[in-house]
T-cell receptor, first 111, second 115 residues
Framework: DQQVKQNSPSLSVQEGRISILNCDYT??????FLWYKKYPAEGPTFLIS???IKDKNEDGRFTVFLNKSAKHLSLHIVPSQPGDSAVYFC??????????WGAGTKLIIKP | GAGVSQSPRYKVAKRGQDVALRCDPI?????LFWYQQALGQGPEFLTY????????KSGLPSDRFFAERPEGSVSTLKIQRTQQEDSAVYLC?????????????FGDGTRLSIL
């Protein structure tokens, strides 16, 4: 049974608009939540994170929201740019420092 | 370089051969992690080092998989008697300290293909 789910395999967004990527989890024991971006043939690149004591963290065009009661995490990118086209993974850190990953969402930014 | 470096980038081996994958973490990073990523999926945890100590190897799929980090910096993941199901991308990550709330920074991975 998957602990972390990204239910949208792909998402297409017009350049300049907002991209919203979603992630749901089942285990309430996670303490630290991260988003990574991945280009083909490269490793995941860390984007932004949030700890369980917060509900929002912002870094430039990227904002991560955490709703602990709903066990839901989201990443907002605004405005979306062509270089944002990539696969986005949410990853949750457990108490053993292991990252538990979603399957990823492929974001396509249309010009 | 400033990032995590992995070598080789690509490795092709015949079933039954042994392979060794190398990871150079970011200088000064205490923690080092190995993950396995199958096509179309997120990475799955294999093992974790803090300095030279292997603190968690619960994700290693069998006793054919062995990892070491003898001097607390470079790490090697060894797979003995490779099988076709070992084909995957092997990712290495490092983080500054072995504590919660530290992001892990990844290398570009080694793509292993077993024929």
């Amino acid at each position: 049974d998957q602990q972390v789910k990204q239910n949208s395999p792909s998402l297409s967004v017009q350049e300049g608009r907002i991209s919203i990527l979603n992630c749901d989890y089942t285990n309430s024991m996670f303490d630290y939540f991260l988003w990574y971006k991945k280009y083909p043939a490269e490793g995941p690149t860390f984007l932004i994170s949030i700890s369980s004591i917060k509900d929002k963290n912002e870094d430039g065009r990227f904002t991560v929201f955490l709703n602990k009661s709903a066990k839901h995490l989201s990443l907002h990118i605004v405005p979306s740019q062509p270089g944002d086209s990539a696969v986005y993974f949410c990853a949750l850190m457990d108490s053993n420092y292991q990252l538990i990953w979603g399957a990823g969402t492929k974001l396509i930014i249309k010009p | 370089g400033a990032g995590v470096s992995q070598s080789p980038r690509y490795k092709v081996a015949k079933r039954g051969q042994d392979v060794a994958l190398r990871c150079d973490p970011i200088s000064g990073h205490v923690s080092l992690f190995w993950y396995q990523q199958a096509l179309g999926q997120g990475p799955e945890f294999l093992t974790y080092f803090q300095n030279e100590a292997q603190l968690d190897k619960s994700g290693l799929p069998s006793d054919r998989f062995f990892a070491e980090r003898p001097e607390g910096s470079v790490s090697t993941l060894k797979i003995q008697r490779t099988q076709q199901e070992d084909s995957a991308v092997y990712l290495c990550a490092s983080s500054l300290e072995g504590t919660i709330n530290q992001p892990q920074h990844f290398g570009d991975g080694t793509r292993l293909s077993i024929l």
